[in-house]
């Protein structure tokens, strides 16, 4: 094997403290140096030149290149052997500058040094193999699965430069929680009118026929990997066409059905066919099968008799439905939901008349809700007061450790709201901690402060809290003590509890239909917190909005075009995926299929062939840390670049 | 055989095989470069990708080809670039330490510790207190014989 030494003086930078002569004395012997050569700056255009005829004319079976860190200069001399037609993983490079020269006084010494790492380097590139980057066919196409506001603003992202998405929701409206909302914090703008605009844009704007929205749906199973997954994907039947329905109303007014209205929490009822709220959008309405009384063996036909376009737009044999959709990548947008309240049972949420959670009040306060925007107690009295209770299950080691931050705000978007509409209502804040952080969102508080019929008062521990209905109804139906404090009860015809942000129904299930992983509070894991906080730790898999984190709007809004930016970066039609050459493979001979390799990989890279009963590494989401290589008690695993004759030449060349 | 180890003095200069991850250590190694501070040449630096392919085996060949101590160098917790690697490598160590002690060598000459990409100074500390360390203990004398890398046996150093 002819291997050629190239020692760059980096100026003076390594001349100064490394003597070449001396390392080439001490290189004497080495078994295949062919020659060794040395450059003033290699890095130059002169130097890179030099490198690249220098190879064209010595023709070396690898290289070593002494010269600065690799983290420097690696990829332009990695860049500079593939121009010169050697393949760039036959080099080594060694790190004489930052970890020899600039920190070895003694010029012998240094130089000794310099020539051990080169040893380790001469004895290591022997084992090197020609690796090659491959590439495979991938999809542009994505999926985003929750259409709330992250997910709208990726999909609009994505459709907007000419991309197809699949949009999954799984309600029968998209818009997520604030299309609930009648207004928004932190500056109480209207909240339909501020997503009116998104989600006419998603549903009939110029880039709307490349976003395909399923509605009701649920991704049911995903495989495969980044540039290449497959969902198969549940649409639960809506029995209305959603193309040719024109969202008239007619069957809902004729329906004799009454159930309990879910979307307004079940402070209403709502008819077996029906919309999730008025204005909902696809403004299509959906039978609840569940209640119908066809499902009941009666041939109603009501509805379908109501429709003024005729038959054929409601269809009661529209059934589940499973489809399949292949994209390169997936954006995970289902939002979070409130802590039950009902954990903490002395709050009353569900057992005291008119303790809302905010969810609900945030229904009561709209003018789709269920009193349409009335605010009135159950019995329909005008509240004198209301307590809003702040930090429930929050920054508490029994419930949620974390703070949430948007409960605050939307406590001080209650206060301002209440007044608005009835002036005279007293309004009393129950918190542990205040939080208002950011530009905007202590104006908020300033103003609910400023409200001269809101008391804030401070409370220890919500354990302390007990909230009853009152016996004597004078100056409120309810009665909220402090245990520590008898003497400090408040009476309130209104109760509004404000639950931390917990992980949505299903969290879990998706994340194992995924492969994604959950953080310690079940929420969506993060690749990085701070540096990628949209990327889930399976490549190709994001995570925008509140199932990442607690958040507001405008966070999710940027989250899921930060998303949408790492799909649109990541993932361009007509191109191919490359595969970084240094990952993990398995030699199948010696693999013994204890599955410890899978266990430990922290990207669900490897997987197992049950028929072969061998480990299988994928390539594209093998990162190349060696972890499963270390650990596999068979030496099955090889690490590309890294083999362990690789590893141990280096050792004992950096010793001889 | 050239040997930067002996000292001028002619004491002993211990031989270091440092383990260094990519992304944390191995760029604290190059920080500590910048500052152009001056620290012992006893330390040879292997980079890994990640701490967490450090192979027992490695440690031990790094004895058996003569080196008198062993120090890995991991992202700080939580930090590892491919999110778990130094907890399996700082896993592997406690058990590595169990075997060596079995064969009476001792713990210090096998430290494993954590250096960050922004810790240049924590890195020349390091270093240079395993090169104290080692340089105290003397030479080791025990060796591994491990020329077939699953082997795992101790033996006097001839
Ligand atoms: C009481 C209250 C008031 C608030 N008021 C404000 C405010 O005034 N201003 C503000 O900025 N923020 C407010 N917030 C925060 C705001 O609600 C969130 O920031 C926002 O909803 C996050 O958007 P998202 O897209 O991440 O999730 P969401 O809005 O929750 O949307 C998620 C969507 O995913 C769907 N989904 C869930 N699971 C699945 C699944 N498995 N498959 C398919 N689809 C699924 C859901 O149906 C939903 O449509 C408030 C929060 C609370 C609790
Ligand atoms: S990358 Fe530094 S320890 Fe894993």
Same mark, same amino acid.
């Given at each position: 094997?002819?291997?050629?030494?190239?020692?760059?003086?980096?100026?003076?930078?390594?001349?100064?403290?490394?003597?070449?002569?001396?390392?080439?004395?001490?290189?004497?012997?080495?078994?295949?140096?062919?020659?060794?050569?040395?450059?003033?700056?290699?890095?130059?255009?002169?130097?890179?030149?030099?490198?690249?005829?220098?190879?064209?004319?010595?023709?070396?079976?690898?290289?070593?290149?002494?010269?600065?860190?690799?983290?420097?200069?690696?990829?332009?001399?990695?860049?500079?052997?593939?121009?010169?037609?050697?393949?760039?993983?036959?080099?080594?490079?060694?790190?004489?500058?930052?970890?020899?020269?600039?920190?070895?006084?003694?010029?012998?010494?240094?130089?000794?040094?310099?020539?051990?790492?080169?040893?380790?380097?001469?004895?290591?590139?022997?084992?090197?193999?020609?690796?090659?980057?491959?590439?495979?066919?991938?999809?542009?196409?994505?999926?985003?699965?929750?259409?709330?506001?992250?997910?709208?603003?990726?999909?609009?992202?994505?459709?907007?430069?000419?991309?197809?998405?699949?949009?999954?929701?799984?309600?029968?409206?998209?818009?997520?929680?604030?299309?609930?909302?009648?207004?928004?914090?932190?500056?109480?703008?209207?909240?339909?009118?501020?997503?009116?605009?998104?989600?006419?844009?998603?549903?009939?704007?110029?880039?709307?026929?490349?976003?395909?929205?399923?509605?009701?749906?649920?991704?049911?199973?995903?495989?495969?990997?980044?540039?290449?997954?497959?969902?198969?994907?549940?649409?639960?039947?809506?029995?209305?066409?959603?193309?040719?329905?024109?969202?008239?109303?007619?069957?809902?007014?004729?329906?004799?059905?009454?159930?309990?209205?879910?979307?307004?929490?079940?402070?209403?009822?709502?008819?077996?066919?029906?919309?999730?709220?008025?204005?909902?959008?696809?403004?299509?309405?959906?039978?609840?099968?569940?209640?119908?009384?066809?499902?009941?063996?009666?041939?109603?036909?009501?509805?379908?008799?109501?429709?003024?376009?005729?038959?054929?737009?409601?269809?009661?044999?529209?059934?589940?439905?499973?489809?399949?959709?292949?994209?390169?990548?997936?954006?995970?947008?289902?939002?979070?939901?409130?802590?039950?309240?009902?954990?903490?049972?002395?709050?009353?949420?569900?057992?005291?008349?008119? &303790?809302?959670?905010?969810?609900?009040?945030?229904?009561?306060?709209?003018?789709?809700?269920?009193?349409?925007?009335?605010?009135?107690?159950?019995?329909?009295?005008?509240?004198?007061?209301?307590?809003?209770?702040?930090?429930?299950?929050?920054?508490?080691?029994?419930?949620?450790?974390?703070?949430?931050?948007?409960?605050?705000?939307?406590?001080?978007?209650?206060?301002?709201?209440?007044?608005?509409?009835?002036?005279?209502?007293?309004?009393?804040?129950?918190?542990?901690?205040?939080?208002?952080?950011?530009?905007?969102?202590?104006?908020?508080?300033?103003?609910?402060?400023?409200?001269?019929?809101?008391?804030?008062?401070?409370?220890?521990?919500?354990?302390?809290?007990?909230?009853?209905?009152?016996?004597?109804?004078?100056?409120?139906?309810?009665?909220?003590?402090?245990?520590?404090?008898?003497?400090?009860?408040?009476?309130?015809?209104?109760?509004?509890?404000?639950?931390?942000?917990?992980?949505?129904?299903?969290?879990?299930?998706?994340?194992?239909?995924?492969?994604?992983?959950?953080?310690?509070?079940?929420?969506?894991?993060?690749?990085?917190?701070?540096?990628?906080?949209?990327?889930?730790?399976?490549?190709?898999?994001?995570?925008?909005?509140?199932?990442?984190?607690?958040?507001?709007?405008?966070?999710?809004?940027?989250?899921?075009?930060?998303?949408?930016?790492?799909?649109?970066?990541?993932? &361009?039609?007509?191109?191919?995926?490359?595969?970084?050459?240094?990952?993990?493979? &398995?030699?199948?001979?010696?693999?013994?299929?204890?599955?410890?390799?899978?266990?430990?990989?922290?990207?669900?890279?490897?997987?197992?062939?049950?028929?072969?009963?061998?480990?299988?590494?994928?390539?594209?989401?093998?990162?190349?840390?060696?972890?499963?290589?270390?650990?596999?008690?068979?030496?099955?695993?090889?690490?590309?670049?890294?083999?362990?004759?690789?590893?141990?030449?280096?050792?004992?060349?950096?010793?001889? | 055989?050239?040997?930067?180890?002996?000292?001028?003095?002619?004491?002993?200069?211990?031989?270091?095989?440092?383990?260094?991850?990519?992304?944390?250590?191995?760029?604290?190694?190059?920080?500590?470069? !910048?500052?152009?501070?001056?620290?012992?040449?006893?330390?040879?630096?292997?980079?890994?990708?990640?701490? !967490?392919?450090?192979?027992?085996?490695?440690?031990?060949?790094?004895?058996?080809?003569?080196?008198?101590?062993?120090?890995?160098?991991?992202?700080?917790?939580?930090?590892?670039?491919?999110?778990?690697?130094?907890?399996?490598?700082?896993?592997?160590?406690?058990?590595?330490?169990?075997?060596?002690?079995?064969?009476?060598?001792?713990?210090?000459?096998?430290?494993?510790?954590?250096?960050?990409? !922004?810790?240049?100074?924590?890195?020349?500390?390091?270093?240079?207190?395993?090169?104290?360390?080692?340089?105290?203990? !003397?030479?080791?004398?025990?060796?591994?014989?491990?020329?077939?890398?699953?082997?795992?046996?101790?033996?006097?150093?001839?």
């Amino acid at each position: 094997m002819k291997i050629g030494v190239y020692f760059c003086n980096c100026g003076s930078n390594i001349s100064d403290k490394v003597d070449s002569q001396q390392v080439q004395q001490e290189l004497e012997g080495l078994a295949d140096v062919a020659y060794f050569k040395i450059n003033d700056l290699m890095c130059s255009d002169d130097g890179k030149q030099f490198l690249s005829d220098d190879i064209a004319a010595e023709m070396p079976d690898r290289i070593v290149i002494a010269a600065c860190s690799p983290r420097e200069h690696e990829n332009t001399f990695m860049r500079v052997l593939s121009g010169a037609g050697m393949n760039p993983y036959l080099m080594q490079m060694v790190n004489i500058r930052e970890q020899v020269a600039w920190v070895t006084d003694d010029v012998g010494k240094a130089s000794s040094k310099a020539a051990h790492f080169i040893k380790g380097a001469v004895k290591r590139v022997g084992f090197h193999k020609p690796l090659e980057k491959k590439s495979i066919e991938m999809s542009a196409y994505v999926l985003i699965i929750g259409a709330g506001p992250a997910g709208l603003k990726a999909a609009l992202s994505i459709a907007e430069t000419g991309r197809k998405v699949t949009l999954v929701e799984k309600s029968p409206a998209v818009g997520g929680q604030p299309v609930l909302y009648e207004e928004v914090f932190p500056n109480l703008e209207c909240a339909p009118c501020m997503l009116e605009p998104i989600l006419n844009e998603i549903l009939h704007g110029e880039h709307a026929e490349n976003i395909e929205i399923l509605t009701m749906s649920e991704v049911v199973e995903l495989t495969g990997f980044y540039g290449n997954f497959i969902a198969q994907i549940k649409k639960t039947p809506r029995y209305a066409d959603l193309h040719q329905c024109i969202g008239c109303g007619e069957c809902v007014s004729v329906c004799p059905v009454d159930v309990k209205n879910e979307f307004n929490n079940g402070l209403d009822d709502r008819k077996a066919i029906s919309l999730s709220f008025a204005g909902a959008l696809p403004n299509v309405p959906f039978i609840d099968m569940t209640a119908c009384l066809r499902a009941k063996g009666e041939d109603c036909r009501l509805c379908e008799q109501s429709c003024p376009l005729g038959e054929g737009i409601i269809l009661y044999d529209d059934a589940e439905e499973i489809v399949e959709r292949r994209m390169g990548a997936v954006i995970v947008a289902v939002g979070a939901s409130l802590y039950d309240a009902g954990l903490i049972p002395k709050l009353g949420a569900g057992t005291v008349p008119d &303790v809302y959670t905010s969810f609900e009040f945030e229904r009561l306060l709209s003018s789709t809700g269920p009193t349409g925007g009335q605010l009135v107690t159950r019995s329909g009295k005008v509240p004198e007061s209301i307590a809003l209770i702040h930090c429930v299950g929050s920054l508490d080691s029994n419930h949620k450790e974390y703070c949430s931050g948007v409960c605050c705000q939307s406590a001080f978007k209650f206060n301002l709201m209440v007044e608005h509409k009835l002036h005279d209502t007293h309004i009393h804040h129950l918190y542990k901690e205040l939080v208002y952080p950011g530009k905007e969102e202590f104006f908020l508080y300033k103003r609910a402060k400023e409200n001269p019929n809101a008391v804030f008062t401070r409370y220890r521990n919500i354990a302390s809290l007990e909230i009853t209905a009152a016996e004597d109804k004078e100056g409120g139906s309810i009665i909220i003590k402090n245990t520590l404090y008898e003497k400090a009860a408040i009476k309130a015809d209104m109760v509004v509890l404000c639950p931390a942000l917990v992980p949505a129904k299903d969290t879990g299930k998706l994340n194992e239909v995924l492969g994604t992983t959950s953080d310690t509070y079940g929420f969506f894991e993060e690749l990085h917190g701070r540096l990628d906080s949209v990327r889930s730790k399976v490549r190709g898999i994001y995570i925008a909005g509140a199932c990442q984190s607690p958040m507001n709007i405008a966070q999710a809004m940027t989250q899921g075009m930060a998303a949408a930016g790492y799909v649109l970066n990541g993932l &361009v039609e007509g191109k191919q995926l490359e595969i970084e050459p240094i990952t993990a493979s &398995v030699d199948e001979e010696r693999c013994s299929g204890c599955k410890v390799c899978m266990l430990l990989c922290p990207y669900r890279a490897i997987s197992f062939d049950a028929e072969k009963r061998k480990s299988h590494v994928n390539e594209v989401l093998c990162q190349g840390c060696g972890t499963c290589v270390a650990a596999c008690p068979a030496g099955a695993m090889n690490s590309n670049h890294f083999t362990n004759e690789a590893i141990f030449a280096e050792i004992e060349g950096v010793l001889a | 055989m050239s040997d930067n180890n002996n000292g001028a003095g002619g004491g002993f200069e211990p031989k270091i095989v440092g383990f260094l991850c990519n992304w944390c250590s191995y760029a604290g190694a190059d920080k500590a470069g !910048g500052s152009q501070k001056s620290y012992p040449p006893n330390v040879n630096v292997v980079k890994v990708m990640c701490s !967490g392919r450090v192979d027992p085996q490695f440690v031990l060949k790094a004895y058996s080809a003569g080196a008198d101590g062993v120090l890995i160098l991991a992202c700080h917790p939580g930090d590892c670039h491919y999110k778990e690697g130094n907890y399996r490598a700082m896993q592997r160590h406690r058990m590595l330490l169990r075997v060596l002690n079995q064969h009476g060598i001792e713990s210090e000459r096998c430290r494993f510790d954590y250096v960050s990409a !922004g810790e240049g100074d924590r890195f020349i500390n390091v270093l240079t207190e395993m090169v104290e360390t080692v340089r105290a203990l !003397g030479p080791l004398t025990k060796a591994i014989i491990s020329d077939n890398p699953n082997s795992n046996m101790i033996e006097e150093r001839s």
